[in-house]
């Protein structure tokens, strides 16, 4: 037990996330801010719902943070409209951000509209008069992103009305005290962005404050607090409160822990004591070499290494301006732990490529989350330390051997030691944001979740000229011998192929039979594209359903269907080929992905950068126009950046906003899984560091036998898929849209159609 209020005591601030993606940016400026304890807890937690007033007399005062639902629906805020609820002697000073900021308002009897044009990452001046949370900052440019505004009906005096703003309140709010407006917006008219209660302790604001680009948001921040703790010194000493059970005293997540099922060792628990079994954590640590290798590709690499048509995650950002690292994760027989998880049968399975699949019935995708994070943690940071090595006081490397030799020393400048690569399905983000999934996915070939445990990497730094060869496993050191060799022999093409330690030798595939391989194979292919007339009225309909007033925008997505047939002793398109062919003839490609794991193949040409952290665990990340600062995830190790990643998905940029309105609005009109395509790939190191994109360019191949059908002949026949898509508005043209759409699915389909046209 403690006294909040006696001298030296820290405050303790429970912050209201409402699972926004960019919790992390604004727990970070409060932590910058103010000298008080945080401690987060989700808007959805049904152990605060249920134990409300008890957790509020733990804590001093309240934030409540942004997200995409709505304040006038009680099912989407949760507890929030609760804390306008308090009595009195409870009240506490609260501080609403967007969501918050709007629950506030239509609490006090305020209206919440839709704008005429959504604020999408605008920036705009802000107006004020200098006072309250806005007293000393001057020049206020604030960025928004919102689809409503708050409407407190006209002031009592329409003499104080001066070019659409007032400062008082009205005779449908008299509880609300205009703060600040937002008075460029030259189609909205001007928009309410700021206001507080005028005799509680309550202030909102539409903007967000931690953005980079909403200047002196940390005056703001501290001017609420100067005020919060105004009125606390004003009520007078707090009764000292028991701690409640559960509720961390710093920063942290309430009821964040493991699954029961997964504790009890239903699934989870035995897969993690499986890779330890193969990983002998005892002796776990990274072994690693460093090469200078300027100019080598990567595809080139993974060729040389024979690899190509085993399981294997390639990340290629060569030659992209803004990509610095390839990372090649390369399964290891009888070694390589792969998971997958279905949507529709909440179906896990996992087990080592090579051997039988293990399987375990879950209860929800949450539990695959925790999973996941739970792997990815599955080395202890003391095994890499930092300690004084054989190798730096200069004792014999021969006598003592290559490990006693490389312990204590990292890669610091590789972004991945090795661990969980894969993608996560459309389907696997819309089920996580709550999205009841459509009947049709029960159907897919293809698993929502997809991953490999990577003991052995290759990473190719494309800035520095250096290329690392790592790997998990004990005494692995031949491989790593090995690679070097390969990597010597193609710095020096004059060499002869080397031999390895098992006295096999490595070779180059040909490029060019590989294509000619590949355009024998497909030369076949029936190409079923969407019908226009089909996806224009789809269209419409989106813009039935944003007329109504739910979601700004939509993305509208469909399908081609490529079917290849087999002669009796074919064996199907060669995807790596496949994947060389998109990547062909582009002098600056995007970042591109091959992957080949548990029966599934993904060959793509684009991919869109969504989230990353590092092994400090600082998140830069960007979606739908508005960018993270890039501030620690509240140090809790991997789970901070797998939660950024949870609130990600699906990505806003291929749904709309409201993310699960939107979602479901799109279920109903495309009536079919996305599957991987508008999904993400990367990667999650067992260290913590993390970095996943979003596949919006790609052909994927569900199934590797070659399916039989009798109405084309004796012959199997295999099926690619390549999604694409457009964003529609109430404005947009249902036949510009479908030419959008047409437009993105070409370039993939030109590797079919058209194989080896540059």
């Known amino acids: 037990m403690r006294s909040l209020d006696t001298p030296g005591g820290r405050r303790r601030i429970l912050f209201v996330d409402a699972l926004d993606p960019f919790t992390s940016d604004l727990v970070d400026l409060l932590k910058q801010c103010l000298q008080a304890d945080l401690t987060v807890v989700h808007a959805d937690d049904q152990t605060v719902n249920s134990n409300f007033v008890e957790i509020c007399g733990v804590f001093d005062a309240v934030v409540i943070g942004p997200g995409s639902d709505r304040p006038t629906n009680p099912n989407d805020i949760g507890f929030i409209s609760k804390f306008w609820e308090l009595e009195e002697a409870r009240m506490l000073p609260v501080l609403g951000i967007c969501l918050g900021f709007q629950s506030l308002c239509h609490s006090h009897g305020a209206e919440v509209t839709k704008l005429q044009h959504a604020d999408d990452g605008l920036i705009s001046k802000t107006a004020h008069r200098d006072t309250d949370i806005f007293s000393g900052i001057r020049d206020f440019h604030a960025k928004s992103d919102h689809a409503f505004h708050v409407k407190l009906g006209q002031p009592m005096n329409e003499n104080e009305i001066t070019d659409g703003v007032h400062w008082e309140p009205t005779a449908a709010c008299p509880s609300l005290e205009p703060l600040a407006w937002n008075i460029g917006d030259n189609v909205n008219g001007p928009v309410l962005m700021a206001a507080r209660h005028t005799t509680k302790p309550f202030w909102g604001v539409q903007f967000y404050p931690e953005s980079i680009l909403s200047r002196s948001g940390k005056e703001l921040v501290k001017n609420w607090w100067k005020g919060a703790e105004a009125w606390l010194g004003q009520r007078g000493p707090r009764t000292p409160k028991e701690d409640v059970k559960?509720?961390?005293?710093?920063?942290?997540?309430?009821?964040?822990?493991?699954?029961?099922?997964?504790?009890?060792?239903?699934?989870?628990?035995?897969?993690?004591?499986?890779?330890?079994?193969?990983?002998?954590?005892?002796?776990?640590?990274?072994?690693?070499?460093?090469?200078?290798?300027?100019?080598?590709?990567?595809?080139?690499?993974?060729?040389?290494?024979?690899?190509?048509?085993?399981?294997?995650?390639?990340?290629?950002?060569?030659?992209?301006?803004?990509?610095?690292?390839?990372?090649?994760?390369?399964?290891?027989?009888?070694?390589?732990?792969?998971?997958?998880?279905?949507?529709?049968?909440?179906?896990?399975?996992?087990?080592?490529?090579?051997?039988?699949?293990?399987?375990?019935?879950?209860?929800?995708?949450?539990?695959?989350?925790?999973?996941?994070?739970?792997?990815?943690?599955?080395?202890?940071?003391?095994?890499?330390?930092?300690?004084?090595?054989?190798?730096?006081?200069?004792?014999?490397?021969?006598?003592?051997?290559?490990?006693?030799?490389?312990?204590?020393?990292?890669?610091?400048?590789?972004?991945?030691?090795?661990?969980?690569?894969?993608?996560?399905?459309?389907?696997?983000?819309?089920?996580?944001?709550?999205?009841?999934?459509?009947?049709?996915?029960?159907?897919?070939?293809?698993?929502?979740?997809?991953?490999?445990?990577?003991?052995?990497?290759?990473?190719?730094?494309?800035?520095?000229?250096?290329?690392?060869?790592?790997?998990?496993?004990?005494?692995?050191?031949?491989?790593?011998?090995?690679?070097?060799?390969?990597?010597k022999s193609m710095t020096h093409p004059s060499t002869s192929p080397p031999e390895t330690t098992n006295g096999a030798v490595y070779s180059i595939l040909p490029g060019v039979q590989a294509r000619n391989g590949l355009h024998e194979v497909i030369a076949e292919a029936l190409v079923q594209c969407p019908s226009?007339?089909?996806?224009?009225?789809?269209?419409?309909?989106?813009?039935?359903?944003?007329?109504?007033?739910?979601?700004?925008?939509?993305?509208?997505?469909?399908?081609?269907?490529?079917?290849?047939?087999?002669?009796?002793?074919?064996?199907?398109?060669?995807?790596?080929?496949?994947?060389?062919?998109?990547?062909?003839?582009?002098?600056?490609?995007?970042?591109?992905?091959?992957?080949?794991?548990?029966?599934?193949v993904v060959a793509s040409s684009g991919l869109e950068h969504l989230v990353s952290w590092t092994r400090r665990h600082r998140c830069p990340a960007s979606s739908g126009g508005r960018v993270a600062q890039g501030g620690d995830l509240l140090d809790q190790g991997p789970a901070r950046g797998v939660q950024a990643l949870k609130l990600l998905l699906p990505p806003d940029s291929m749904t709309g906003s409201p993310k699960k309105t939107s979602c479901e609005i799109l279920r109903d009109i495309e009536e079919r899984p996305r599957g991987v395509y508008s999904g993400v790939l990367g990667y999650i190191d067992i260290r913590g560091a993390g970095d996943f994109a979003v596949v919006v360019r790609a052909a994927v191949r569900g199934s590797e036998i070659p399916n039989r059908s009798p109405e084309m002949g004796t012959c199997g026949f295999e099926t690619w898929r390549v999604g694409a898509g457009a964003a529609i508005t109430v404005r947009s043209r249902d036949d510009e849209r479908f030419l959008e759409m047409e437009s993105a699915t070409s370039h993939v389909l030109a590797a079919f159609v058209h194989p080896g046209k540059d």
């Open 246 to 487: 559960g509720v961390p005293t710093s920063v942290g997540y309430l009821n964040e822990s493991t699954p029961s099922r997964v504790r009890n060792g239903q699934g989870g628990s035995h897969l993690v004591e499986e890779l330890h079994k193969v990983s002998e954590p005892d002796n776990a640590f990274l072994r690693w070499a460093k090469h200078q290798a300027a100019g080598i590709s990567p595809i080139d690499l993974l060729e040389a290494l024979s690899h190509t048509q085993e399981e294997v995650v390639f990340i290629d950002s060569q030659n992209h301006i803004a990509g610095r690292y390839s990372i090649i994760g390369l399964a290891t027989p009888g070694k390589t732990m792969r998971i997958t998880y279905e949507t529709s049968t909440r179906l896990l399975k996992y087990g080592f490529n090579g051997g039988n699949m293990s399987s375990t019935q879950l209860g929800s995708i949450e539990e695959v989350w925790q999973i996941l994070q739970g792997v990815s943690g599955l080395y202890s940071s003391h095994s890499q330390g930092d300690e004084i090595t054989p190798l730096a006081i200069g004792l014999d490397i021969s006598r003592l051997g290559m490990d006693q030799c490389i312990r204590g020393h990292s890669p610091t400048e590789s972004p991945f030691w090795g661990g969980l690569m894969g993608y996560i399905s459309y389907e696997a983000g819309a089920e996580t944001a709550g999205v009841d999934l459509h009947g049709s996915c029960a159907a897919s070939d293809v698993p929502d979740i997809n991953f490999a445990f990577i003991h052995r990497s290759i990473i190719i730094d494309h800035a520095n000229g250096e290329i690392y060869t790592q790997t998990l496993l004990p005494g692995d050191w031949s491989w790593i011998f090995d690679v070097g060799r390969i990597i």
């Open 532 to 600: 226009e007339m089909e996806y224009r009225a789809k269209v419409l309909r989106c813009q039935e359903s944003l007329a109504s007033g739910d979601p700004n925008r939509l993305f509208l997505t469909d399908e081609s269907k490529i079917t290849i047939p087999h002669p009796p002793n074919g064996t199907g398109v060669d995807g790596w080929a496949l994947y060389k062919e998109l990547r062909h003839g582009d002098p600056a490609p995007p970042p591109g992905a091959f992957l080949r794991l548990s029966g599934v």
